[in-house]
């Protein structure tokens, strides 16, 4: 136990770190989603080949997804910032967030880029291929997520104030983390503590009901939280950007969030029972490696990521 508070103190010093240096510019989140990224998808391709019953996946490819879908992500903003511009005109869509019909026809292209670069080599074959698939949307995709909550940036003529527009990230970056991490926490001391019957036996045997509940209940105090540090009064420019949003929003995604945080953690527990493994890795002593940290946070990014952008910036485009 005592090794894994010091490991936890540490990764939420990284975190907090991000945070602080995202206030002078984004880049640095992103770059720190990319490298955990990078580490994730070098687990999940370790364990796949751990028992020797699937190909190994081509890790060229899975990083190359993810730098493009970073550039794809980044240059619809700037397309958006600069679409007086009759040659940013022809590429940047309406909306900002159709990034996502890029990224359809750049997933594609990279599988059609594998198949043909199979004619000319053995080493790709058509197992790696698949194996390749299956990394390239579990975590790769996933986590992809991450990058767009770090960058959503609405463009829209009445969202002018360049603060409130930077903010959107900021909040759902706090409300991705602080849920997923809050609920990961209450499940575990409150399953440790309380016991009861399992949650889902086949897949991850130590959960349990009373643990889920405490997840719930762990998520939705994150909710809180981040409402409650929005409005302390000298953090200004997040009290005006929260105050525009209804509590009941807060409350939807501290307990749905949870949900998604826990749903990813029993698919991490799933796929590591089909592998033979315990952890993904030994990187973070008590943790596990880069994956046993990501699994209920990346699934917790889609939820955020659409939720924001489907109910909240509505509030903000009356």
Not at 27 to 30: G, L, S, T
Not at 92 to 107: D, M, N, Q, T, V
Not at 137 to 156: A, D, E, G, R
Not at 250 to 255: D, L, S, Y
């Given at each position: 136990m005592k090794k894994r508070v010091i490991t936890a103190i540490f990764i939420l010093a990284v975190i907090l770190g991000g945070f602080v240096t995202r206030y002078y510019d984004t880049?640095?989140?992103?770059a720190l989603i990319l490298f955990v990224s990078v580490m994730a998808l070098i687990e999940v391709s370790a364990a796949l080949t751990a028992n020797g019953k699937y190909a190994k996946p081509m890790l060229f490819f899975l990083v190359a997804h993810i730098?493009?879908?970073y550039i794809i992500i980044k240059l619809t903003i700037f397309a958006q910032l600069f679409e007086q511009s009759e040659f940013f005109k022809r590429f940047?869509?309406?909306?900002?967030?159709?990034?996502?019909?890029?990224?359809?026809?750049?997933?594609p292209l990279l599988f059609i880029t594998m198949f043909v670069a199979s004619f000319f080599t053995k080493r790709i074959t058509f197992d790696r291929i698949v194996s390749t698939a299956f990394?390239?949307?579990?975590?790769?995709?996933?986590?992809?997520?991450?990058?767009?909550?770090?960058?959503?940036?609405?463009?829209?003529?009445n969202l002018t104030d360049e603060t409130t527009l930077k903010l959107f990230g900021f909040f759902g970056l706090?409300?991705?983390?602080?849920?997923?991490?809050?609920?990961?926490?209450?499940?575990?001391?409150?399953?440790i503590t309380v016991k009861g019957p399992k949650l889902c036996p086949s897949l991850s045997p130590k959960k349990t009901i009373s643990g889920a509940v405490g997840g719930l209940i762990g998520g939705f105090a994150g909710a809180m939280i981040v409402f409650g540090v929005c409005h302390i009064p000298f953090l200004s420019d997040l009290s005006i950007f929260v105050e525009k949003i209804?509590?009941?929003?807060?409350?939807?995604?501290?307990?749905?969030?949870?949900?998604?945080?826990?749903?990813?953690?029993?698919?991490?527990?799933?796929?590591?029972?089909s592998c033979g493994i315990k952890d993904f890795s030994n990187t973070f002593p008590g943790h596990g490696g880069f994956m046993d940290r990501l699994d209920g946070l990346m699934f917790n990014s889609i939820f955020v990521y659409f939720y924001i952008l489907l109910f909240i910036i509505i509030l903000f485009l009356k």
């Open positions: 880049f640095f989140f992103d730098v493009i879908s940047a869509p309406e909306s900002r967030y159709s990034s996502f019909l890029y990224l359809s026809i750049e997933i990394v390239m949307f579990y975590p790769t995709i996933l986590l992809v997520f991450m990058l767009s909550v770090n960058n959503i940036y609405p463009i829209h003529e706090a409300m991705l983390f602080m849920i997923s991490m809050l609920s990961d926490t209450m499940a575990l001391f409150v399953g209804p509590f009941y929003h807060f409350a939807v995604m501290g307990i749905a969030g949870s949900v998604f945080t826990q749903t990813g953690d029993l698919v991490a527990s799933y796929f590591k029972r």
